[in-house]
């Protein structure tokens, strides 16, 4: 039996190619994005048995705070968004003082709609990588940022 548009549209997986970065608001485009995650630290809780004939100890794991997030995006090295979106945000951080932003990354179908998105709240630059220079190559300059960030949702459209 063949399977209709609406069976594979719900079905079958998304490719990850076809994706929209907003920083934000802003629409920024990037060859790259990962480290959305979504973790807690975990505890292991011990006690022995105070009855009933049993062995050895009662172990139990919990789940303890969430982790913060780390989330690597590289994008080519444009002139006119480098430096306003990569550098400008870095390079204004003090001690203890750094603009947060909430990144959202879309997943889209093939129609541009978005069907799958991860929020990353609170995020914060810690690192910037310019791209690594080669006289005998003919690729684009790709730079990359590492962020850190408060925790990442996730929200089905």
């Known amino acids: 039996m063949a399977l209709t548009k609406e069976q594979i549209k719900t079905d079958y997986p998304l490719p990850i190619y076809n994706y929209r970065v907003d920083i934000n608001g802003e629409s920024i485009s990037f060859s790259e994005v990962s480290g959305l995650e ?38 080519g090295l444009v002139k006119g968004k480098s430096i306003p979106v990569f550098y400008n945000w870095i390079n204004a951080i003090q001690l203890n003082q750094v603009e947060k932003k909430d990144i959202v990354v879309h ?51």
């Open 38 to 75: 979504l973790s807690f630290e975990t505890f292991t809780y011990k006690e022995s048995y105070a009855s009933g004939g049993k062995v050895g100890p009662n172990i139990m794991y919990m789940p303890g705070q969430i982790q913060p997030v780390t989330i690597s995006m590289k994008k």
């Open 107 to 157: 997943l889209l179908d093939e129609t541009g709609a978005t069907v799958v998105s991860w929020k990353v709240i609170d995020a914060f630059p810690t690192k910037l990588t310019a791209p690594s220079f080669d006289a005998n190559s003919n690729d684009v300059g790709i730079e990359s940022m590492d962020l850190m960030a408060y925790r990442v949702t996730m929200e089905e459209v």
